[in-house]
C-alpha cells in the first residue's frame, strides 16, 4: 500500500517505471491509488489510455486519450490513436477540430489528411 506522504511525483515514476518494464499489475495499483486522488501527471495519464487501448478497453481508452491530448497538444500520435478507435460523430469532430487547431499545416500531408475523411 501507498503511503499517503509520499510525494505523488515518486509514485508516477514508480507506476510508469513498472508499466515501461512491461509490470502492468503492479503498475495498475500505483495508477489505482494516483486516479483516486487526481495525481495522474501526463506520463501516466498516457500510459492508461495505452493500456486501455491494448485490452480493448475502448470508452476508457478514449477518455484518457481525450485528457493525454489536452495535457499535451504537441503529441500528435494521441490525437491519431483516438481518431482511429472513436466511432461518434461528434467526437470525432471536437478531437479533429482539436488536431487542426494544433497542427493546421499538417493537411497537406496526405497521410495526415485521411484523418479528416470520414
Known amino acids: 500500500m501507498i503511503n499517503a506522504d509520499v510525494d505523488p511525483l515518486v509514485v508516477n515514476t514508480m507506476a510508469n517505471y513498472l508499466f515501461d518494464k512491461g509490470n502492468e499489475e503492479a503498475s495498475l495499483n500505483y495508477y489505482s491509488v494516483l486516479l483516486e486522488h487526481d495525481q495522474l501527471n501526463d506520463d501516466s495519464v498516457e500510459n492508461l489510455a495505452m493500456y486501455h487501448l491494448r485490452h480493448r478497453y475502448l470508452d476508457e481508452a478514449l477518455s484518457f486519450l481525450e485528457e493525454a491530448a489536452g495535457r499535451q497538444p504537441q503529441k500528435v500520435y494521441l490525437y491519431i490513436q483516438y481518431l482511429k478507435h472513436c466511432s ?23 497521410e495526415f489528411n485521411r484523418l479528416f475523411v470520414s
Request: hydrophobic residues 45%.
Open 88 to 110: 461518434d460523430p461528434g467526437r470525432l469532430k471536437a478531437m479533429r477540430s482539436k488536431l487542426l487547431r494544433q497542427f493546421a499545416g499538417a493537411v497537406r500531408i496526405p
